[in-house]
């Protein structure tokens, strides 16, 4: 949608300037702290807290905070974890998607365990805040939710791969056959009929581990992933309770994940690229 401002409505380009101006001070101020109140952030500013409200949907939007009951959280990339930076390509409003689908998934005080990856983080996005026990082997993942007093983590150690800031290895394994979740979100790089792949066989190894933790185990992932395969297989198709993916996926797909038995959650991305077009016109 392309906001178009009539020329009598008094908006000036100096006006506009100036907005985007203090929405950059703003979300520096949030990125800094973490989290902060909106009276805290309207009196840094000088502003009204409405004219903050306003502000914040916009880098809500972006995916850089997530607003909450009397403040707003940090959810962006972290200035010392930068796994995903460079790397944001034309899937990842689909990715954020599949991860505010997956998030309907999980109850108040629940016990979960998010895997590394682009989709799990966006997932753990939409955590913020809310009541949960978290276990995570995802840095990432891990900064991100520490700013949440609400939410108690446990993070896995191990031997951290570079590329995706994921623990994995005997330490991890180890780690995770001593804990218990409800339900774990697990990223892959590839499904074909044989079952999940992923690329590297030290996380597909502690990947086999997260789902003997739990008692209920998803993937996340979007439609590009099936029909491909990858290094190491992880399970067959039936070993999962669900995947979750978007509503690109081809029927022939959607065919064959019900034949296997497993739930099919399919995240609408319309709404997403709906969002992208309303912030690109401000």
């Not at 840095?139 to 007093?149: M, Q, Y």
């Not at 996340?220 to 198709?237: A, I, N, Y």
């Not at 509503?247 to 739930?263: F, M, N, P, Q, T």
């Amino acid at each position: 949608m392309v906001r178009s401002v009539n020329s009598s409505n008094g908006v000036s380009s100096e006006t506009r300037t100036s907005s985007g101006g203090r929405r950059e001070r703003l979300r520096r101020m949030v990125r800094q702290t973490g989290f902060a109140s909106l009276g805290e952030l309207a009196e840094s500013l000088s502003v009204s807290e409405s004219t903050v409200r306003r502000d914040l949907e916009q880098l809500e939007r972006s995916g850089d905070v997530r607003r909450t009951h009397g403040g707003v959280f940090w959810t962006g990339e972290s200035a010392t974890i930068r796994a995903f930076e460079g790397r944001k390509d034309t899937t990842w409003t689909v990715k954020a998607a599949i991860g505010a689908a997956a998030a309907k998934l999980i109850e108040e005080h629940d016990t979960i365990l998010l895997d590394g990856g682009s989709t799990t983080y966006e997932l753990a996005r939409c955590l913020v805040g809310r009541r949960l026990q978290v276990v995570t082997n995802s840095l990432p993942v891990a900064h991100l939710l520490s700013s949440s007093d609400s939410i108690d983590l446990v993070t896995i150690g191990g031997c951290v791969r570079g590329r995706t800031a994921v623990a994995i290895g005997p330490m991890a394994e180890s780690m995770l056959r001593q804990i218990n979740v409800r339900l774990a979100f697990l990223s892959v790089a590839g499904i074909n009929e044989r079952g999940y792949f992923n690329n590297n066989m030290m996380l597909v190894e502690s990947e086999k581990a997260m789902l003997a933790a739990a008692d209920q185990a998803y993937v996340v992932t979007d439609h590009t992933k099936f029909g491909k395969v990858s290094l190491s297989h992880l399970c067959r198709l039936e070993d999962v309770q669900g995947v979750v993916t978007d509503s690109g996926l081809a029927s022939h797909w959607k065919k064959r994940i019900d034949d296997a038995g497993v739930e099919l959650v399919l995240a609408d991305n319309r709404r997403s690229d709906e969002t992208d077009a309303g912030s690109n016109s401000e």
